[in-house]
């Protein structure tokens, strides 16, 4: 294989592992590409709990296949508290224009180096290092975005990374999966109430 055409395929390789999904779709999930199971063990058990509350008020379900995930940043362990390099930098302003140029209807981000990505595509200020969200500050987060959630606008909703395999007792097994409930029915109202907003169903 010639050197234009093996890195040809390698751009084409390394963008599928950065992204999957359809951009159109108004549900986008950006991940932590040193936490790729993110999707599995945090959006998976969330997703079901949607899923079952909407058919139960909707009989329709979420075409769960078009849903855009994407890698929040190519390949750094944290988002620096202070500078920001330029292959950050990079990652912001090209992830930014697809979100204003695409217009998704809900962001999921997972965990402190994700959500404060989003902040910095949004401008937001102050610009907090990735160890202040801490699950008590991202809860919080949570909270004030289905509080202020407005679909005609992106609302950008962060999860905390809660991933069962650290459960080590059925106490552990239990607030896991409650958290995983609680968070699901409120995104599943937001959902239930802007139905007729949201190209998403089957």
């Known amino acids: 294989m010639s050197r234009v055409l093996l890195n040809n395929y390698s751009t084409f390789v390394d963008s599928i592992k950065r992204e999957s999904g359809d951009k159109s779709c108004p549900i ?13 063990n945090i959006w998976s058990p ?8 909407v058919y ?14 994407s890698h929040a940043v190519s390949d750094i362990v944290r988002v620096p508290s202070t500078s920001i390099n330029a292959e950050v930098a990079n ?38 290092g990735s160890k202040y969200w801490s699950t008590s ?3 919080d987060e949570f909270e004030r975005s289905i ?3 407005d679909i005609s606008q992106i609302n950008w909703i ?10 080590k007792n059925l106490k552990d097994w239990e607030e896991s999966n409650n958290y995983y409930r609680d968070v699901a029915a409120k995104i599943a109202a937001k959902i239930i109430e802007n139905k007729d907003s949201l190209k998403i169903w089957i």
């Open 147 to 149: 509080a202020n959630f």
């Open 137 to 139: 500050n991202l809860g």
């Open 56 to 69: 139960r008020k909707l009989h329709a379900r979420i075409n769960n296949r078009n849903i855009f995930v």
């Open 28 to 40: 986008w999930l950006l991940v932590n590409p040193k936490y790729p199971e993110d999707t599995t």
């Open 91 to 128: 990652n912001i302003e090209v992830l930014r224009e697809s979100v204003f140029e695409h217009q998704p209807k809900l962001i999921f981000t997972f965990g402190a180096i994700t959500n404060e990505f989003v902040r910095r595509i949004f401008y937001r200020k102050p610009e907090n």
């Open 46 to 53: 969330i997703l079901y709990e949607i899923q079952d509350m």
């Open 158 to 167: 962060p999860l905390v990374r809660r991933i069962p395999k650290t459960c």
